[in-house]
């Protein structure tokens, strides 16, 4: 079996939760949001020696809060997610394969990565993509695929064309690569674009125009596990979801 190793990002403010505190750490059932990412990916085969946080806004708290059961490491300025998983290199190295994960999707569950883990070393995938099928995707990045339903590319809300933005399958944000093949790409990334940021989805673009492997998707089965939580609001929301499936 594989090495299957994690990078979660951790880093953001939250600027939109008003508080003072990581956004990570902010509690959904009585437990960190991180702590949920963290878990999810365990459950899915990661030791948890193998997990890192990618830790940025009051840093040592969320070492604190979290504990040495996992490692870090610090992102000083954030300059996007590419960036953020780039700080992460030399954990990532060429063993295995990666899970790029976020710290603030508590709803994430083990059996649906382990569902990834186990679709990615199946097709023999370079790139796994965990996509969603939503009723309304404004605002999230567009899967763009070809009539055969081959991946194509990600298109961001703002780069898409009125048809891209027709495009119900969305990226979630959460990604397995083949780890030598994400070291790789991930020495290419610029940040040649509007926000002068590196976007770890420039990764694909390199992968599949330098024929590094193949690129494809994975479609979650409950579209709730992809929420991310970006304010009070969608953290109660989160919450709600929680307490019911504890039942």
């Known amino acids: 079996m594989a090495r299957i190793k994690a990078v979660i990002l951790a880093a953001g403010k939250g600027t939109r939760m008003k508080s003072e505190l990581p956004k990570v750490l902010h509690k959904a059932c009585g437990k960190p949001m991180v702590e949920y990412s963290i878990e999810a990916a365990h459950d899915a085969g990661a030791d948890f020696d193998d997990i890192i946080l990618v830790v940025g806004h009051k840093a040592e ?60 070393i199946a097709e023999g ?14 605002g999230y990045g567009r899967i763009i695929k070809d009539s055969w339903g081959k991946f194509v590319k990600i298109v961001e809300q703002k780069d898409a064309t009125l048809e891209e933005q027709r495009v119900d399958e969305i990226n ?12 790789q790409a991930l020495d290419k990334i610029t940040n040649d674009n ?18 590094l492997g193949t690129v494809a998707t994975m479609t979650v089965d409950d579209v709730n596990e992809i929420k991310g939580v970006n304010s009070v609001d969608q953290l109660a929301e989160a919450e709600e979801i929680l307490k019911e499936r504890i039942g």
């Open 61 to 120: 708290l969320v070492k604190e809060t979290v504990g040495d059961k996992v490692k870090y490491v610090l992102q000083e300025e954030q300059l996007g997610t590419g960036h953020a998983v780039k700080c992460a290199s030399d954990f990532i190295g060429k063993e295995g394969i990666t899970m790029v994960l976020c710290g603030d999707t508590p709803l994430i569950t083990g059996s649906t990565l382990k569902k990834l883990v186990d679709t990615h």
């Open 125 to 138: 995938n370079a790139i796994t993509v965990l996509t969603a099928v939503v009723d309304d995707p404004t």
């Open 172 to 183: 979630s944000g959460m990604y397995l690569f083949d780890s030598a093949v994400l070291t």
């Open 194 to 211: 509007a926000q002068g940021e590196y976007y770890l989805t420039d990764t694909i673009e390199i992968v599949k125009s330098e024929g």
